[in-house]
């Protein structure tokens, strides 16, 4: 039931009395009466922020002035963090488990590809990252959105693991910016009507932060508003029975979306503020593959709505820079600031108007999958921005390297390093690629729709990507479950413009001086291994085409000895069919049963491959 007599108006900052005043739930934002350091003070703090559709490419970051002063100027910004696959819960389920989408198997925001009852039938509940923390003798406090489909029905069964206290937002929910429902550790869901949610969250949040401090032991806390999320109104639950979207003749039977909505004393904001008019904005020449290359150019009405999309975004995320500012502050009131930790990232990017799309993500462009990544901390060099390629499943391996804890042997990722000289000693050492991935759908969200011929759902939108940026090459491949491929040369198309093997394009005679294709062949093969890549694999690819340690990058393997063996005896990536989840006899050849390794024990190198199974 939602509360009534709420009569606060929305977007004022909600009082630490309203909270109390609901059920028996205790005041979440009180000053302690004195600080508490901890017993442990070996083990540091640490703060998680995880915003919701972040982008980096429509410059949202130059609109955070205390994010900016608290972060920003603090800490490190990692200007080339990529998340893995660019939607909510497999994005939210990488980050925790340190795996890839294909590997925990949640690919989908909802059942049965996806959700919070998929993360819960993958065994996944025993097996992320407060629950390590925990082990390590960490407090662990989270509160925000946690995963999609984790609702006001399923919330209890089970409880999420592994937290000593949380509050999480649930669906249907979840981003209603005016009629939130949080749950607090056994309680049933609360509802906060009226009130905006970020600014319930920013109460809680100082809650857990006291709380914490009065548990004197190191802590973890996870925070996590909706902003700048759309506003979406839904009717369902996410349970596992279904909510397939795919199913729904129109989406908008269950959801309808709209722009976010700012707190009431944002709303004045950004007036003459537009979507940075980059050169792929709303393009006259269409550009991308599959169903991206058959959008219509966006009419002015169109645009000017997304530009009013865009600042509702922007004003949205204002009441995001107070909240970090308040946890920031109350952090330095108990003397815990300098041991703490601070990470503020998203779960994905966002694209609105680029490539003539409407406001929405799922796609493997740059303004969706590269994203803001801020650490500061315990000496994390100030000011400073790095250019070392991480990505989401980066994020669990660092934080238990903070806590002291041993890499786990089923990460996909590697430890960001987060002093300055850690930061130079790895640049020529740490990977240069990003794993990219999605199945199924992609989704407009802007709420309105101007052209008579678009669909709002468009369910062929399962595909497998490379980012690989190193010394001298800046690269985006991937493959589409139709066979379509793109490439993008990012040194001299940095916007996505001209993707090199549509058959209409120019291909050039020559990349990083030696013929095109077998630049393509190389990079298929780096994908055919990391699509299906587990653990060491994934940090390490180039070793398992080259086991013998002779090849650690791009350049490497451009030797023309490799030149047989990545042309003509590899396997090629492929789909035998689009499916909207991962279902691996859909997937095409798989690497571990269908691939090659390079052997040099013979000068014939007519001969110099044997089968991955041959050689492990």
């Not at 401090?213 to 973890?220: L, Q």
């Not at 291994?529 to 990058?553: D, M, Y």
């Given at each position: 039931m939602?509360?009534?007599?709420?009569?606060?108006?929305?977007?004022?900052?909600?009082?630490?009395?309203?909270?109390?005043?609901?059920?028996?739930?205790?005041?979440?934002?009180?000053?302690?009466?004195?600080?508490?350091?901890?017993?442990?003070?070996?083990?540091?703090?640490?703060?998680?922020?995880?915003?919701?559709?972040?982008?980096?490419?429509?410059?949202?970051?130059?609109?955070?002035?205390?994010?900016?002063?608290?972060?920003l100027?603090?800490?490190?910004?990692?200007?080339?963090?990529?998340?893995?696959?660019?939607?909510?819960?497999?994005?939210?389920?990488?980050?925790?488990t340190?795996?890839?989408?294909?590997?925990?198997?949640?690919?989908?925001?909802?059942?049965?590809?996806?959700?919070?009852?998929?993360?819960?039938?993958?065994?996944?509940?025993?097996?992320?990252?407060?629950?390590?923390?925990?082990?390590?003798?960490?407090?662990?406090?989270?509160?925000?959105?946690?995963?999609?489909?984790?609702?006001?029905?399923?919330?209890?069964?089970?409880?999420?693991?592994?937290?000593?206290?949380?509050?999480?937002?649930?669906?249907?929910?979840?981003?209603?910016?005016?009629?939130?429902?949080?749950?607090?550790?056994?309680?049933?869901?609360?509802?906060?009507e009226?009130?905006?949610?970020?600014d319930?969250?920013?109460?809680?949040?100082l809650?857990?932060?006291?709380?914490a401090?009065?548990?004197?032991?190191?802590?973890?806390l996870?925070?996590?508003p909706?902003?700048?999320?759309?506003?979406?109104?839904?009717?369902?639950?996410?349970?596992?029975?279904?909510?397939?979207?795919?199913?729904?003749?129109?989406?908008?039977?269950?959801?309808?979306?709209?722009?976010?909505?700012?707190?009431?004393?944002?709303?004045?904001?950004?007036?003459?503020?537009?979507i940075?008019?980059?050169?792929?904005?709303?393009?006259?020449?269409?550009?991308?593959?599959?169903?991206?290359?058959?959008?219509?150019?966006?009419?002015?009405?169109n645009?000017?709505?997304?530009?009013?999309f865009?600042?509702?975004?922007?004003?949205?995320?204002?009441?995001?820079?107070?909240?970090?500012?308040?946890?920031?502050?109350?952090?330095?009131?108990?003397?815990?600031?300098?041991?703490?930790?601070?990470?503020?990232?998203?779960?994905?990017?966002?694209?609105?108007s680029?490539?003539?799309?409407?406001?929405?993500?799922?796609?493997?462009?740059?303004?969706?999958?590269?994203?803001?990544?801020?650490?500061?901390?315990?000496?994390?060099?100030?000011?400073?921005?790095?250019?070392?390629?991480?990505?989401?499943?980066?994020?669990?391996?660092?934080?238990?390297?903070?806590?002291?804890?041993?890499?786990?042997?089923?990460?996909?990722?590697?430890?960001?390093?987060?002093?300055?000289?850690?930061?130079?000693?790895?640049?020529?050492?740490?990977?240069?690629?990003?794993?990219?991935?999605?199945?199924?759908?992609?989704?407009?969200?802007?709420?309105?729709?101007?052209?008579?011929?678009?669909?709002?759902?468009?369910?062929?939108?399962?595909?497998?990507?490379?980012?690989?940026?190193?010394?001298?090459?800046?690269?985006?491949y991937?493959?589409?479950?139709?066979?379509?491929?793109?490439?993008?040369?990012?040194?001299?198309?940095?916007?996505?413009?001209?993707?090199?093997?549509?058959?209409?394009?120019?291909?050039?005679?020559?990349?990083?001086?030696?013929?095109?294709?077998?630049?393509?062949?190389?990079?298929?093969?780096?994908?055919?291994?990391?699509?299906?890549?587990?653990?060491?694999?994934?940090?390490?690819?180039?070793?398992?085409?080259?086991?013998?340690?002779?090849?650690?990058?791009?350049?490497?393997?451009?030797?023309?000895?490799?030149?047989?063996?990545?042309e003509?005896?590899?396997?090629?990536?492929?789909?035998?069919?689009?499916?909207?989840?991962?279902?691996?006899?859909?997937?095409?050849?798989?690497?571990?049963?269908?691939?090659?390794?390079?052997?040099?024990?013979?000068?014939?190198?007519?001969?110099?491959?044997?089968?991955?199974?041959?050689?492990?």
């Open positions: 939602r509360f009534s007599g709420v009569a606060l108006a929305a977007g004022l900052q909600l009082p630490t009395a309203a909270l109390a005043s609901h059920g028996n739930q205790k005041p979440l934002g009180d000053d302690l009466s004195s600080s508490h350091g901890h017993k442990d003070g070996n083990k540091p703090n640490i703060v998680f922020i995880l915003t919701d559709d972040q982008d980096l490419h429509m410059n949202s970051l130059d609109y955070v002035p205390l994010i900016k002063k608290h972060l100027d603090k800490g490190t910004l990692y200007k080339r963090h990529y998340c893995t696959t660019a939607i909510c819960c497999p994005a939210r389920v990488s980050l925790l340190g795996q890839q989408a294909h590997n925990t198997n949640v690919t989908d925001v909802n059942p049965p590809h996806g959700g919070y009852p998929k993360f819960i039938r993958q065994g996944l509940n025993n097996a992320y990252l407060p629950v390590w923390l925990q082990e390590a003798g960490y407090n662990t406090y989270y509160t925000g959105k946690l995963f999609n489909a984790h609702t006001v029905d399923n919330y209890n069964s089970p409880y999420p693991a592994g937290w000593n206290g949380s509050d999480f937002l649930l669906d249907p929910y979840t981003y209603n910016y005016l009629n939130s429902s949080f749950q607090r550790n056994q309680d049933p869901p609360k509802s906060y009226g009130f905006h949610s970020v319930v969250l920013a109460e809680k949040s809650g857990f932060v006291d709380e401090v009065r548990a004197n032991g190191p802590f973890f996870g925070i996590a909706v902003a700048p999320h759309s506003n979406v109104e839904s009717n369902t639950l996410g349970d596992d029975n279904g909510d397939d979207w795919s199913n729904l003749p129109d989406i908008e039977e269950f959801a309808k979306f709209g722009p976010p909505v700012p707190a009431r004393r944002h709303e004045h904001l950004f007036q003459d503020v537009k940075p008019r980059t050169p792929n904005f709303n393009p006259d020449q269409p550009t991308g593959a599959n169903w991206v290359r058959l959008r219509k150019k966006l009419n002015q009405e645009i000017d709505y997304n530009d009013h865009y600042r509702q975004r922007l004003r949205t995320l204002q009441s995001v820079d107070e909240l970090v500012a308040s946890v920031v502050e109350r952090l330095a009131e108990h003397g815990v600031l300098d041991n703490t930790y601070i990470f503020y990232t998203t779960d994905n990017g966002y694209h609105i680029q490539h003539r799309l409407n406001p929405g993500k799922e796609c493997g462009f740059e303004e969706d999958i590269n994203i803001p990544l801020i650490i500061r901390g315990p000496g994390v060099a100030k000011g400073v921005v790095s250019e070392i390629v991480t990505t989401h499943v980066d994020l669990a391996p660092t934080i238990l390297n903070i806590a002291g804890l041993p890499h786990r042997a089923d990460f996909d990722g590697e430890a960001i390093p987060l002093n300055q000289k850690d930061i130079q000693d790895t640049v020529k050492t740490r990977h240069e690629h990003v794993t990219v991935e999605f199945w199924g759908f992609a989704v407009s969200e802007g709420g309105k729709l101007f052209d008579k011929d678009e669909d709002r759902l468009t369910l062929n939108n399962t595909y497998k990507a490379l980012r690989i940026i190193g010394k001298d090459y800046n690269f985006y991937s493959v589409w479950c139709n066979n379509e491929h793109e490439l993008y040369d990012l040194s001299t198309d940095p916007y996505q413009i001209n993707n090199l093997l549509h058959p209409t394009a120019t291909k050039p005679k020559t990349l990083l001086g030696v013929d095109f294709h077998k630049v393509i062949s190389r990079l298929d093969s780096l994908l055919f291994v990391l699509k299906s890549c587990k653990g060491r694999t994934c940090v390490r690819p180039w070793e398992a085409l080259h086991p013998q340690g002779n090849v650690a990058n791009l350049h490497d393997a451009l030797g023309k000895r490799f030149d047989i063996f990545y003509h005896q590899q396997k090629k990536v492929s789909y035998d069919r689009c499916e909207l989840g991962y279902i691996l006899d859909a997937e095409g050849p798989q690497f571990e049963k269908d691939g090659v390794v390079f052997t040099a024990e013979s000068a014939d190198y007519k001969r110099n491959g044997i089968s991955w199974s041959e050689w492990t």
